[in-house]
């Protein structure tokens, strides 16, 4: 009897299923992902009509007040993490000394109390801020007819 050798012809297709796979998992993640990523604290801007300011190379220093008037700080540390005044002032005047030109903004709800934005305020003229801006929310444009 003699051996039969058989020939295996060689797939030349490409198996794509584990690749798809492979890219469904990664578009969950970075569809979980990036809404996290939004800089600071969730706060309801007041609409204003203002000028946009020009954006820096340095990043600005903003001191975020939400509805209960707790401040937030996105230097330092973690920006989504409650800071007391003392904190806040000494991270905005280290900030401060090493780049004196930093911009300064104030986020502050629409529903928190004036007192406590000016509170924030002081604290960060105190630091060694020359000017503050506020960061607000354009106001809604009424439809075209």
Known sequence: MAAVTRRRRLMGEIN?????DVMLVLLIIFMIT?????????VDLPKAAA???EPQR??????????????YLNVG????????EPTAAARAAAVLRRQPETQVLVKADNAVAYGRVVQAMV????????????ITDPPEQAPAR
């Open 77 to 84: 540390g973690n920006p989504q993490a409650v800071v007391d």
């Open 34 to 42: 990036a809404p996290l990523l939004t800089q600071g604290v969730k």
């Open 123 to 134: 604290m960060l003229q105190r630091a060694g801020a020359r000017k503050i801006g506020f």
């Open 58 to 71: 340095i990043q600005p220093l903003v001191l975020s007040v939400d509805r209960q008037g707790r401040w």
């Open 16 to 20: 794509v299923v584990p690749y798809i």
């Open 51 to 53: 000028e946009p300011i």
